[in-house]
Nanobody, 124 residues
């Protein structure tokens, strides 16, 4: 069964940086758009960023624009989320997801495959 596995989460002070990785188990994912979402305790899962299958198009939530960068390396079946200037409100479990569609989806329900998540905690 196709899998997505996130890594790179941890505890960081406000203003710091982290890079999350999402490794796909199958080369099939290189033809899918990929997204990052996050979910804080008591809140709904929210869209963070999306990248097209080729990596040529990216899209960000306003809350992270200018601070986070999504990228991918299809040769390694891996998607990344570079997070800079982290804030306490960025604290959440971060999930990567794959979307078979080329439509620029930001709703979690539109994504077809999900990883198990990685915890990011930003201390003030």
């Amino acid at each position: 069964q196709a899998q997505l596995v996130e890594s790179g989460g941890g505890l960081v002070q406000a203003g710091g940086s982290l890079r999350l990785s999402c490794a796909a188990s199958e080369r099939t994912f290189s033809s899918y758009a990929m997204g990052w979402f996050r979910q804080a305790p008591g809140k709904e899962r929210e869209f963070v960023a999306r990248i097209s299958w080729s990596g040529g198009t990216t899209y960000y939530a306003d809350s992270v624009k200018g601070r986070f960068t999504i990228s991918r390396d299809n040769a390694k079946n891996t998607v990344y989320l570079q997070m800079n200037s982290l804030k306490p409100e960025d604290t959440a479990v971060y999930y990567c997801a794959a979307d078979k569609s080329t439509v620029r989806h930001t709703a979690a329900k539109s994504y077809d495959y999900w990883g198990q998540g990685t915890q990011v905690t930003v201390s003030s």
